[in-house]
């Protein structure tokens, strides 16, 4: 399986911060990488798909980069909507994966 | 918009089954697949598998075969997944989602609400 790890697991940030979120794959997923938002009590919502692909409705702010076997997610200025798990996924080689999540947090 | 809507919550005995059903609306029910992932209570996302809606074929990661099962009923756009032997470790909110797929790889697009399974005795 491919293992996907990402960091930090935590991240305390302020309302207009710029915040980084790594996503390593063990191997090559080439650019099948998904990043997920969830908020307590909801289900996931995609925000980037392909990598790089931004979802319809998802706020500019949120963009994708990465190829191979690390990715980052970047927020560019922190709303506090934002605070949230966040969850990137291999959907390359079976089975699909999924980091173990960052929790974005208030500072 | 698309919709995915799943059964209510399950309550089982450990050795026991669950069928949970994600019907489908808004959208080609055949022209997308249909993928479970689950939640552990506090805990991460697991990826269950996918079902390709167009002819039924499916694929389960390891640890699971055999003891889960997804199908269609393409005639009421619903999908359902078993999973059968039922363990305390397999309490968690199932959720199913639809899966964009490309020539090599896909990703979820949609998620339905989650249906909670709890395994006590």
């Known amino acids: 399986d491919i293992q996907m790890t990402q960091s930090p697991s935590t991240l305390s940030a302020s309302v207009g911060d710029r915040v980084t979120i790594t996503c390593r794959a063990s191997?090559?997923?080439?650019?099948?990488l998904a990043w997920y938002q969830q908020k307590p009590g909801q289900a996931p919502k995609l925000l980037i798909y392909r990598a790089s692909s931004v979802e319809s409705g998802v706020p500019s702010r949120f963009s994708g980069s990465g190829s191979g076997t690390e990715f980052t997610l970047t927020i560019s200025s922190l709303q506090p909507d934002d605070f949230a798990t966040y969850y990137c996924q291999q959907c390359s080689n079976y089975p699909y994966t999924f980091g173990q999540g960052t929790k974005l947090e208030i500072k | 918009q698309v919709q995915l809507v799943q059964s209510g919550a399950e309550v089982k005995k450990p050795g026991a089954s669950v069928k949970v059903s994600c019907w489908a609306s808004r959208y080609s029910f055949t022209s997308y697949g249909i993928s479970w992932v689950r939640q552990a209570p506090g805990q991460g996302l697991e990826w269950l598998g996918w079902?390709?809606?167009?002819?039924?074929?499916?694929n389960y990661p390891p640890k699971l075969q055999g003891r889960i099962t997804m199908t269609t009923d393409t005639s009421t756009s619903t999908a359902y997944m078993e999973l059968r032997s039922l363990r305390s470790d397999d309490t968690a909110l199932y959720y199913c989602?639809?899966?964009?797929?490309?020539?090599?790889?896909?990703?979820?697009?949609?998620w339905g609400q989650g249906t909670l399974v709890t395994v006590s005795s």
């Open positions: 191997q090559s997923v080439n650019s099948w």
């Open positions: 079902i390709r809606t167009s002819n039924g074929d499916a």
């Open positions: 989602t639809r899966i964009v797929t490309g020539p090599t790889g896909g990703y979820l697009d949609s």
